[in-house]
């Protein structure tokens, strides 16, 4: 291959026909195509010569490569997300789909508004006058409280008097009368004296207040300017697909029932890749993406790893710029829908466990594809209840447990809320694992921005915890034991592969690691006591790798 000054970099001779993608390849689960391999190599070696980026890239960057072709010739794109060194265009890459960092630009122009509002905000937040007053306030109710807890204890003193002068049996009636006198004069004084410091505090708070209905105001326009500048943007970027046809990102999501796009939509490296071939009437072979650089701390992410692309920001774009091109079949879709029986290996009167085989859902999804629950509706129509007691992602494989009736499975579930069920599985993960034993505390939750993906967040995460112990190793890979005392989405997948866990994702891993035959990962035994005999029942199946 070589490089034109900018963004066509072509073959120097034509691939051999057996050589070239028969069709173009699924963006959300592919093994990267020779060709796309041998062009992200010239990406990272271009990437590598450019030294005033090292210090951004080391933090971490996605890039993708698009081979394509036109009128008999043959090339590769490359493209970044987001932006790089503080822009979104640079020679060798494609342009952004649209460049909103121009700087007398309408997007550059409400943005500095924006942040002249921040500006105000902090300025009010920050002011003198306002942390006086602040500082007032407090003061005030000190001297406030000080003030009535004297009076109170001034009262309590002169009750006290007044009590041990109205044991005197000899008492005249006068000065019993000029007691009672006295104590509403107190109680009264003590009403003036809330009265009086409860003033001086509203006139504190008012001179407040307008500070804070400033800042509301400001912060309301903010608002405001904020969603009708994403709302513009995402006008700006009209996407187009293979026929030729067009849309902007709000019709997109429209049409496939998504939420507003979220922040940072239409950046990422596919469509940037795809857009530009589109225009220029060059036709798309195969696509890859890689990551370059350290894993962010939240997410999984290895250093010149191929990725699929993100589903929350690219699906709805990329199921509509691929129409009209001849796609390769999602492996994952066709996978679960494939018809999967799984197999029994224990049953009674109340329980049912099955081993459940890769590529099989526990439950149905939104396309009605075969699942282990749909399963045991056809096979046991009399059973009543939830059936599932736990589930099992849909590329793991293994011991899945079913209830028969309703009681079974509210032990069953309360079992494992009390961790009173042991699990343990199987897998295989790349590289070597060097303690034979261990623990991992990593707390996750969902990523918003990438689901299904999981993430590892001290902020919103919840706990999550894993055993494991080394059963072998090889040159490279490692084979283990895995023991989750929690149960979170994606446990075990995380913390194998994030680098504060194992730094080992499981082969087969499409989300964290690399795809594969399949995820190497098996629920090899679980063990419980029986709702009903009260014996405790462990079952196994070993694992199929």
Known sequence: ??????????????????????????????????????????????????????????????????????????????????????????????????????????????????????????????????????????????????????????????????????????????TTESLLRESQHLKAEHKRLIRHWDSITAQAQINLQRFNEQIEILENERKQRSAALQHWLFRQFVIRNAKGETKDLIEIFKDADRPFPPSG??????????????????????????????????????????????????????????????????????????????????????????????GMLSVPGKDNAPSVWSWAKENYPIADGPLLVHRLDMDTSGILIIAKDKETHRLLQSAFETRKVKKRYTAIVIGTVTADTGIIQLPMCPNPDDRPRQMVSEEYGKPAVTRYEVISRDKRHTRLSLYPITGRTHQLRVHCAHQQGLNAPIVGDNLYGQPDKRLYLHATSIEFRHTKTGRQLRLESPAPF
């Open 265 to 358: 939509t239409g950046e990422c490296a596919a469509p940037k890749l795809l857009q530009y071939a589109f225009l220029h009437g060059w036709r798309p072979l195969t696509m890859a993406e890689f990551w370059w650089g350290k894993s962010p701390q939240k997410e999984v992410r290895r250093h010149g790893y191929y990725y699929p692309s993100c589903k929350t920001k690219c699906e709805p774009i990329l199921n509509f710029m691929l129409q009209g091109l001849d796609v390769e079949p999602n492996i994952q879709e066709c996978i679960k829908n494939e018809g999967n029986t799984p197999r029994v290996i224990y049953e009674d009167d109340c329980i049912i466990a099955v081993d459940k085989p890769a």
């Open 1 to 174: 291959m070589y490089s034109e000054p900018n963004t066509i970099h072509l073959f120097e001779s034509r691939p051999p026909y057996d050589e070239l993608p028969k069709r173009f390849n699924c963006p959300f689960h592919y093994q990267p195509h020779p060709l796309a391999v041998k062009a992200a190599q010239e990406v990272q070696n271009y990437i590598m010569s450019r030294p005033e980026w090292h210090e951004e890239l080391e933090e971490g960057k996605m890039f993708g490569v698009l081979i394509a072709e036109k009128d008999g010739q043959y090339a590769f794109f490359a493209a970044y997300s987001g932006i790089l060194n503080g822009k979104n265009n640079h020679p060798y890459f494609v342009p952004a789909v649209y460049d909103m960092l121009q700087p007398d630009g309408y997007f550059k122009k409400e943005e500095r508004a924006i942040s002249d509002i921040n500006r105000k905000i902090k300025e009010l937040l920050e002011s003198e006058e306002k942390l006086l007053l602040q500082k007032q306030i407090s003061e005030i109710a000190q001297q406030r409280e000080k003030a009535l807890e004297e009076h109170r204890n001034m009262m309590k003193a002169a009750k006290e008097k007044r009590d041990t002068q109205r044991q005197n049996k000899n008492i005249s009636s006068a």
